[in-house]
């Protein structure tokens, strides 16, 4: 260790000349005698002189500050002893990963089918790929972009779960667009030749010579990991079905191990066959480490670096600095009276997207996080309809359909309309997610449920407006009845004093006494009409109108089952994580509008 002892920056050795010099004078300083001391009175000379005043309090200031001076120099010099191995050529190496999502993959022939085994060999195998740049590719008629290359491994390892057939635009076994994008890939990202690992269970054989003819003078290692068995199994769907051909017959897709061999060897690769543990994956690698190594021999030349120790001495300073000066513990809490402020910086922004932070808080329920971090629309009403923020939910998805128009789109629009109780928007989101996809089992379903509440709010509107003419129709002839019996008693009463004149004197009092009896009855009659119309406009018996249903009701006019049918089927946001993958791979193969070539779609 001191053999190799060294300072990395020795010009800084210099400075021990100014400390050298200030000792000197400082210790001549102290032996010369002064005038002054023939003047002052002896025991007033240790408080006017300052050398001595110094000397007597602070007998070791000096030392300690020569020894803070000669240790800063010295750290500053650089002090070394230990020589670290420094790479000076680095290899670049650059792997892309090719994940199979057609429907045999859904194949039983592995526990408990090719998909689920697939996803696990594809995290064991980010597990134990420790260098270069990382890629994904899934196909199926059509391959498509999951990651670009990228040294974070754990941005794909997020990606491979959500990925299933169900997303993909189209339906097929494209081998020959998923090496080609896998190509153009690794060209984009710079690397001329790079490491293509393709997870499959087979293609169609009319593809069988285009794939060799691509794989002519490739410039790429290919290594094919198959999954499966060559007699093939039945494929259980995703709703428990078999999947069964044009002609109804059970479709038990074959894995062609001996051409994927020679597909791999042309490419000069290996093919591995998916087993139960990762001896696979471990002989996987070992074999394209050593065919990588042959084709692109690049020795590693390490470069001398000495470690700089001078952090050590650095320590050995502050107990000095410390007891030097009286006010030093301060600098100790300095750095601890500056607070950043609290949004400043976020300690996920170090390790985390804020998509990464929208999903995790999304799945955390804090919706309210969530919607302001999502940047996607659909996400963001997602979350808003979470947090029972329907008028926000409900623009968020207008603008999510007016971008990128999906069933999922439509469907949760029409959901959030419809908790603000807007049936008729709410069934034209509805029915707009059907043009969609007419076979869409949640719009159909809500669609004829609004359909329903519709038609009886309609219906209760008819009623309440027959209800509210017949009043009208009762309280008009309640009023022509009055008039009528007012207009009898006048004329009776006018033919009374007619009658009373006639016969003179002799029959006033008994005229008197009839007229005042038919107003008590007339009287009587009017209370009982008046008392029966106020006990028939009473509110209480009045039927509620359609406004104030709706505010105490939660859904008017119907019944307490279609009120909990109504409940469950909004509760069902479509939140799933590969909606966003999907609607990105729907969108670039509209875009593309390619037909797929011979093979890349199955019979099935």
């Given at each position: 260790?001191?053999?190799?002892?060294?300072?990395?920056?020795?010009?800084?050795?210099?400075?021990?000349?100014?400390?050298?010099?200030?000792?000197?004078?400082?210790?001549?300083?102290?032996?010369?005698?002064?005038?002054?001391?023939?003047?002052?009175?002896?025991?007033?000379?240790?408080?006017?002189?300052?050398?001595?005043?110094?000397?007597?309090?602070?007998?070791?200031?000096?030392?300690?500050?020569?020894?803070?001076?000669?240790?800063?120099?010295?750290?500053?010099?650089?002090?070394?002893?230990?020589?670290?191995?420094?790479?000076?050529?680095?290899?670049?190496?650059?792997?892309?990963?090719?994940?199979?999502?057609?429907?045999?993959?859904?194949?039983?022939?592995?526990?408990?089918?090719?998909?689920?085994?697939?996803?696990?060999?594809?995290?064991?195998?980010?597990?134990?790929?420790?260098?270069?740049?990382?890629?994904?590719?899934?196909?199926?008629?059509?391959?498509?972009?999951?990651?670009?290359?990228?040294?974070?491994?754990n941005n794909i390892r997020l990606q491979i779960p959500t990925l299933r057939p169900e997303l993909m635009p189209a339906q097929g076994s494209n081998v020959l667009r998923a090496l080609e994008q896998a190509a153009e890939l690794l060209e984009q990202a710079g690397y001329p030749s790079g490491e293509i690992v393709l997870f499959t269970d087979g293609f169609d054989a009319d593809s069988y010579q285009s794939i060799q003819q691509l794989l002519n003078n490739w410039p790429h290692q290919l290594a094919i990991m198959a999954f499966g068995q060559a007699e093939g199994a039945v494929v259980r769907l995703e709703n428990?079905?078999?999947?069964?051909?044009?002609?109804?017959?059970?479709?038990?897709?074959?894995?062609?191990?001996?051409?994927?061999?020679?597909?791999?060897?042309?490419?000069?690769?290996?093919?591995?066959?998916?087993?139960?543990?990762?001896?696979?994956?471990?002989?996987?690698?070992?074999?394209?480490?050593?065919?990588?190594?042959?084709?692109?021999?690049?020795?590693?030349?390490?470069?001398?670096?000495?470690?700089?120790?001078?952090?050590?001495?650095?320590?050995?300073?502050?107990?000095?600095?410390?007891?030097?000066?009286?006010?030093?513990?301060?600098?100790?809490?300095?750095?601890?009276?500056?607070?950043?402020?609290?949004?400043?910086?976020?300690?996920?922004?170090?390790?985390?997207?804020?998509?990464?932070?929208?999903?995790?808080?999304?799945?955390?329920?804090?919706?309210?996080?969530?919607?302001?971090?999502?940047?996607?629309?659909?996400?963001?009403?997602?979350?808003?309809?979470?947090?029972?923020?329907?008028?926000?939910?409900?623009?968020?998805?207008?603008?999510?359909?007016?971008?990128?128009?999906?069933?999922?789109?439509?469907?949760?629009?029409?959901n959030a309309l419809a908790m603000q109780q807007q049936y008729e928007a709410a069934l034209a989101a509805y029915e707009q997610a059907l043009a969609l996809d007419g076979e869409a089992p949640s719009p159909a379903a809500n669609a004829e449920l609004m359909r329903k509440l519709?038609?009886?709010?309609?219906?209760?509107?008819?009623?309440?407006?027959?209800?509210?003419?017949?009043?009208?129709?009762?309280?008009?002839?309640?009023?022509?009845?009055?008039?009528s019996s007012e207009k009898q008693d006048a004329e009776e009463s006018a033919e009374s004093e007619q009658n009373s004149a006639e016969d003179g004197s002799a029959g006033d009092s008994s005229a008197q006494a009839e007229q005042n009896a038919e107003q008590q009855e007339d009287a009587a009659q009017r209370e009982q009409q008046a008392a029966q119309q106020a006990t028939e406009q009473q509110p209480g018996d009045e039927p509620p109108s359609n406004k104030q249903q709706v505010v105490t009701e939660n859904w008017p006019n119907a019944t307490p089952e279609q009120q909990q049918e109504l409940e469950n089927l909004l509760r069902k946001v479509q939140d799933d994580p590969g909606i966003l993958l999907r609607n990105r791979m729907l969108l670039e193969h509209q875009k593309r509008r390619t037909q797929p070539p011979p093979g890349a779609r199955q019979e099935w």
């Open positions: 260790m001191f053999a190799d002892f060294h300072f990395l920056r020795p010009y800084w050795l210099l400075a021990l000349l100014p400390l050298a010099l200030l000792c000197w004078l400082l210790q001549k300083r102290r032996q010369d005698t002064s005038p002054w001391q023939q003047l002052i009175a002896p025991h007033l000379q240790h408080v006017m002189l300052l050398g001595q005043h110094i000397q007597q309090r602070q007998p070791w200031a000096l030392p300690l500050l020569a020894s803070c001076w000669l240790l800063t120099v010295l750290a500053l010099s650089g002090p070394s002893w230990q020589k670290l191995p420094q790479p000076a050529l680095t290899v670049k190496k650059a792997t892309v990963l090719v994940m199979d999502m057609s429907l045999s993959m859904r194949a039983t022939d592995l526990t408990p089918d090719r998909l689920t085994q697939q996803r696990f060999k594809a995290l064991d195998f980010i597990d134990l790929l420790q260098e270069g740049d990382l890629g994904l590719i899934s196909y199926a008629a059509d391959a498509f972009v999951i990651s670009p290359l990228t040294p974070d491994h428990g079905e078999l999947l069964k051909n044009a002609q109804g017959g059970v479709v038990m897709p074959r894995v062609p191990l001996e051409q994927l061999r020679v597909l791999a060897r042309q490419a000069g690769g290996s093919l591995v066959q998916a087993g139960a543990d990762n001896a696979d994956l471990q002989q996987l690698l070992k074999q394209n480490q050593q065919q990588y190594d042959d084709r692109q021999p690049q020795p590693l030349m390490t470069g001398d670096q000495w470690q700089d120790n001078a952090v050590y001495l650095v320590w050995l300073l502050l107990p000095l600095a410390l007891w030097l000066a009286r006010k030093a513990p301060i600098l100790v809490i300095l750095p601890l009276l500056y607070l950043p402020p609290a949004d400043a910086v976020s300690w996920r922004d170090l390790w985390q997207t804020k998509q990464q932070q929208a999903v995790e808080d999304y799945q955390q329920q804090d919706y309210q996080q969530a919607q302001q971090k999502f940047r996607d629309p659909l996400w963001q009403g997602n979350a808003a309809y979470r947090a029972e923020d329907y008028a926000a939910a409900a623009e968020a998805y207008q603008r999510a359909s007016n971008d990128a128009p999906s069933v999922d789109s439509w469907h949760n629009l029409g519709l038609q009886q709010e309609q219906e209760q509107q008819q009623q309440d407006q027959q209800q509210q003419d017949k009043q009208q129709g009762q309280q008009d002839g309640d009023a022509a009845d009055d008039a």
